[in-house]
């Protein structure tokens, strides 16, 4: 018997179709779906700009939380009824990256939910590595958020925020507003730029200080809030030319700029402010197990507030109308039941 899977169809198409579930093999899982949340990759999905990864007609999304349905033979870490989430990265183990410690970023990394399939389905079959439990207290609908956490863990560790510094974050989207969270707690000084009002009010919400860049001098207030140093940290978070040539700007002798957007094609950057002010440039693309199991942490605990960040929950027939709006920037989060609708 089939299930529906939310597939990319190409030419900026999610078209709901059956499938066949796939057995779970040796050292896998299969995983009924309850919430997936859909993330800027994703848009760029929809956009074409991945089409040479993604296998015409395919379910992508990776943002998930559900519960173990069947397990192959050999698996041990969880039983069927557990709940779960999943860290999307397939590494070979024979790369040079991977025999580095940096399987992460492996020279042949499978994406899952983009380079295979991925989420928006019904029942999902991984391999039993990828899956990370989730704790009894911590709802599938909040656990939606602990990939897209797991990337600000991971950006924020990346940086070496220390207590005390301060961290300006450029772009108040979903993943900049998670930057902002993980900075707080680390106990930073947190600016948010963001020309939205309504993503300001919620970075205001979620406790750092705005700044709007239309209407102020973004850089002639980081000067003046850190006494002419500048901020310890900054991260490019908006991914448009722009913020990346002056991201720069806001940083101090020696501070840390954090390259986190995702920019598709190359974009102009400011060496000679790099040069000038012995400046270190940061990437940060995905995660590490540490950064998802902390994520796991910090929503158990209530230190990241889900319910903030969640835009609105649709059902899986609704899935293009969903990517539709935040293509649009009209939402902050939206997630898909994938078992409704």
Known sequence: ???????????????????????PGRGEVQIRVAYTGICGTDLHVLHGSMDSRVDIPQAIGHEMSGTIEAVGEGVTSVAPGDNVTVMPLDWCGECPACKAGNAHICQKLNFVGIDSPGSLQELW????????????????????????????????????LAAGETAVIIGGGPIG?????????????????????????????????????????????????????????????????????TAVDYAKVRGRVVLVAIHPNPVPMNLHRVFWRELELIGARVYERADFERAVELLAAGAVPADELITSVVGLSETQSAFDQLSGAAAMKILVNVQEG
């Open 1 to 23: 018997m089939g299930v529906r899977a939310a597939q990319y169809s190409g030419e900026h198409r999610i078209v709901v179709n059956e499938v066949e579930p796939q057995a």
């Open 125 to 160: 079959t991984v391999r039993e590595d990828l899956v990370v439990p989730l704790p009894a207290g911590l709802s599938l609908e909040h656990a939606a958020l602990v990939e897209p956490l797991a990337v600000a863990c991971h950006d924020v560790s990346r940086s070496r």
């Open 177 to 245: 507003q998670l930057i902002a969270r993980v900075a707080a707690e680390t106990g930073a000084v947190v600016y948010v730029i963001e020309p939205n009002a309504e993503r300001r009010a919620l970075a205001e919400r979620l406790g750092a200080r705005t700044i709007d860049p239309v209407s102020s001098d973004a850089v002639a207030i980081i000067d003046e809030a850190t006494g002419s140093a500048g901020a310890d940290v900054v991260f490019e978070v908006a991914g448009v030319a722009v913020t990346a040539l």
